[in-house]
């Protein structure tokens, strides 16, 4: 997600808070949301998926092989 998406974002919420939005600026403004939490969760599920854990025998895994919620 880029910068100038981010400062839309901002932008709309400061005018929910002022004066209220058009349902095209809260289509908007949902859309964006929506875009910029899936970057989040993308951007922390990657650096999770580089994290090794050492095991008490020594070997080691990859934390992501540990996450039985994942989807194969």
């Given at each position: ?39 989040v ?7 999770l998926?580089?994290?090794d ?20």
């Open positions: 997600m880029n910068e100038k998406k981010i400062q839309r974002i901002n932008e709309l919420y400061h005018k929910s808070k002022n004066e209220g939005l058009t349902p095209e600026e809260k289509e908007e403004q949902k859309k964006l949301r929506e875009e910029y939490v899936f970057a969760r993308n951007n922390l599920r990657s650096m998926n580089n994290i854990i050492k095991e008490a025998d020594g070997s080691i895994t990859k934390l992501e092989n540990k996450d039985k919620t994942r989807k194969v």
